[in-house]
């Protein structure tokens, strides 16, 4: 049965893409001719309908998913529903309800295309037969699926339909990807005409939704918040609170709805001065106190019993632990993924402001929802920096260069050190002891923002060592360490199978163990849990640090006679010079940013690079690597980067970690101590990124060290004063560094395991 005209969602002409033969009697075995048509959706129905008959000719094998989008093509509705439900009672019987999940939209789809009656009311019918007899949990899963970029998946089609331009014969291959770019195409248009609605009924049957919530706080400011409770919940039941600055009221009733679904309350709070909140926004600043109340007015409510956790990611994973500044008594367990840490891991790291950032308070602070036009302009934002560096101004007129004001930045630019006004916002020092209650952090190696994460991990326990506080950490970035699905390849570097995990899955196992009773997340099996890249499975530790050999590699040899990371200290005292003209704004230092994490050759272009011998057998690198440097200069301060590669048998690199800071505060962060020209100093250096990965035989260490110089930071021009204020009228002598031999490298190391 062909599908109503109303279903054809693609009524396009084929004549300006695609030339036409006459359909032969038959297909031949290997190849089929693309028929004349008007229209894109005929001439694909009539392509489907030659490989279904070369099929039932048994000229060609199929699988059940090449069965399913061909049928839905060719308008074979009747035999499509049976194909597609085979394919769910299958993936059932092997335990994948995510695959039986994904395959749930060309149901509803098919089911409705082979209905009598308009084809609105069929969809509606077709849905409501999916969804009714499916659980809380089920349905969120369920109705995820039916969520798809259409307009790109037609532009796809149509550049596939392109690319034949001129041909009058497709493989089989060829014809079965157009078979499904067709068939998610007209799945999808429907499923984003007709599904919102039915999803949000069928959502509004099982939940009580509530988005107008105001909370009040101590101080006198208003909080929104959207609270979603089941419909059938009858005894009081704990929340999983969410604190957020990014207001988007449709992804955060979803974030509310998914902890629903699980037999939560599910409450997501805007940050003070979002959404129906009357205040002035406030970044980072108020949220100790704000996400304290939050969770005490919670606590409050009588569907509350009086037990709240948080959890998410950046931002979110920073308000959980600045929640923890306060530990109030109803807050029991927090998990918070790649969260940052304002002063000390953004918008400046160990004391260098990052450009990274820079647009970031306008897309949260410039309106009670999110400025997503205004961040979204990427040209802008990766121009500026080339363009300000290239400038010579002064860091602190970095918004003049861009012609609007950004008063945030000149509020952090006014706190260069780590002082009073950052430490406000997140636990210090013995107040890391109080907090008494079960923490999860998930990170990635190459999260931005790894540094903050692995600092609360270590300040808690370094205050609190018997602390049930649990590490999960493998190879993702800053947005693939939050997602329910890991990227496969990431910057270059092919993911290791093993390392996929769903984290909002862990979280809720999570959040279960904590306030249920329900067994510990199975990935967490002991303290330190992570991926370890190129074994291709995970390893568990009971701390940092445990099971490796922290060895020490000093920086030694002559730029004429190559550099080496050698074990042995240095016989003799000596030293490399390095000379780095700061008011040159044509040249910039060694990219220490892994982007790409693998590289066919790396180049460093400049600073000093310090290899190892290669190793005899496949070793694991484990941990942060941390360091000191004895370093001489004729200026009161500078800003370096120290980055660690592996690089293999073939010559190819990838990077480990890295160390990025100011010179001036290499011993306390919170109290500058600027170096004095001419004289020895040691910089100690230890908040690198962790890593774990295992390097084959043949393997070496490399070291870049150099001088930090490039658009994406302040340029420290030396002078001792404050470095925003600082322009190339500054610059002077050029800046000579002298970095002395028994600089050393500490590298957490161990044979690797059979």
Do not use: C
Not at 235 to 240: D, I, S
Not at 596 to 604: A, D, Q, T
Not at 693 to 716: F, I, Y
């Amino acid at each position: 049965m062909k599908p109503p005209s109303m279903w054809r969602w693609l009524p396009l002409s084929l004549g300006a893409v695609l030339m036409f033969a006459a359909l032969p009697a038959g297909a031949v075995e290997d190849t089929f001719i693309l028929p004349e048509a008007g229209e894109r959706h005929a001439a694909l129905a009539s392509l489907s309908d030659q490989v279904l008959a070369a099929h039932a000719r048994l000229q060609v094998t199929l699988t059940d998913s090449n069965l399913a989008h061909l049928r839905v093509t060719a308008g074979h509705s009747s035999d499509a529903v049976a194909s597609i439900e085979a394919m769910i009672e299958q993936a059932r019987g092997d335990g994948d309800e995510t695959r039986a999940q994904r395959w749930m939209p060309y149901l509803v789809y098919a089911r409705a295309a082979l209905a009598d009656g308009a084809p609105g009311s069929a969809y509606a019918e077709a849905f409501r037969a999916v969804f009714e007899p499916l659980d809380d949990l089920q349905a969120q899963r369920t109705a995820s699926w039916f969520v798809a970029d259409a307009p790109r998946a037609r532009e796809t089609l149509a550049g596939s339909l392109a690319a034949l331009q001129g041909r009058t014969e497709v493989s089989l291959e060829e014809a079965l990807d157009l078979a499904r770019r067709q068939a998610f195409v007209e799945v999808f248009e429907a499923s984003a005409t007709l599904s919102p609605a039915l999803i949000a009924q069928d959502e509004s049957r099982r939940y009580l939704i509530d988005d107008q919530v105001l909370i009040r706080t101590p101080s006198g400011a208003t909080l929104s918040a959207v609270v979603v409770r089941g419909r059938e919940a009858v005894a009081a039941q704990p929340a999983a609170m969410l604190f957020t600055i990014y207001t988007d009221p449709v992804a955060n009733r979803a974030i509310a709805l998914r902890a629903a679904s699980r037999g939560y309350i599910g409450v997501v709070v805007d940050a003070r001065g979002k959404r129906l909140s009357e205040d002035d926004i406030r970044p980072y600043e108020t949220e100790a106190d704000d996400a304290t109340a939050a969770i005490e007015w919670i606590a409050a409510q009588p569907w509350s019993d009086g037990r709240v956790g948080m959890y998410g990611g950046s931002y979110s994973g920073f308000a959980a632990w600045a929640a923890t500044k306060r530990m109030p008594a109803a807050l029991r367990t927090i998990v918070p993924y790649v969260a940052a840490i304002p002063g000390l891991g953004l918008p400046m790291e160990n004391n260098v402001f990052l450009s990274a950032n820079y647009a970031w308070p306008f897309f949260v602070a410039g309106s009670r929802l999110l400025e997503t036009e205004t961040y979204s302009d990427r040209a802008r934002w990766q121009a500026l920096p080339e363009a300000w560096y290239s400038s010579g101004r002064a860091y602190r007129e970095i918004d003049q260069v861009d012609g609007t004001p950004n008063p945030w930045l000149q509020r952090w630019l006014s706190h260069p050190s780590y002082d009073a006004y950052w430490q406000a916002m997140v636990p210090q020092g013995d107040e890391y002891a109080r907090i008494d209650i079960p923490v999860l952090t998930i990170t990635g190696y190459y999260d931005d923002g790894q540094i903050s994460a692995l600092h609360f991990f270590n300040e808690h326990l370094r205050h609190r060592p018997d602390a049930e506080h649990y590490l999960l950490i493998g190879p993702y970035d800053h947005f693939g360490a939050q997602a329910s699905s890991k990227q496969q390849s990431l910057r270059g570097y092919a993911i290791d199978p093993s390392a996929q995990f769903d984290t909002e899955e862990v979280t809720f196992e999570w959040l279960d163990h904590v306030l249920r009773g329900a067994a510990r997340p199975q990935l967490l099996r002991d303290r330190v849990n992570y991926q370890l890249m190129g074994a291709d499975e995970w390893r568990h530790i009971a701390s940092l640090g445990a099971d490796v050999t922290v060895t020490d590699f000093f920086l030694s040899g002559h730029a004429a006679e190559g550099l080496h990371l050698r074990q042995e200290a240095p016989p003799g005292r000596a030293w490399l010079t390095q000379h780095v003209d700061l008011a040159d704004r044509s040249t910039r230092q060694h990219g220490y940013y892994p982007d790409p994490i693998v590289l066919e050759r790396l180049e460093s272009g400049s600073g000093f690079a310090f290899a190892s011998a290669p190793f005899e057998a496949a070793t694991d690198v484990v941990g942060t690597f941390s360091g000191e440097l004895m370093v001489r200069t004729n200026k009161q301060d500078f800003d370096f980067s120290v980055s660690l590669y592996e690089v293999r048998p073939d010559g190819s690199a990838m990077q480990l970690s890295y160390y990025v800071g100011r010179a001036s505060y290499a011993h306390d962060m919170s109290r500058r101590q600027r170096l004095v020209p001419g004289e020895w100093t040691s910089l100690p250096f230890a908040r690198t990124r962790m890593t774990g990965r295992r390097m084959p035989a043949g393997s070496r260490l490399l070291a870049v060290v150099d001088v930090l110089k490039d658009p994406m930071h302040q340029v420290n021009m030396g002078t001792g004063g404050d470095v925003s204020d600082e322009s190339v009228a500054d610059a002077g002598a050029p800046l000579r560094v002298e970095w002395r031999n028994d600089s050393v490298l500490r590298v957490p190391l161990r044979a690797a395991e059979p």
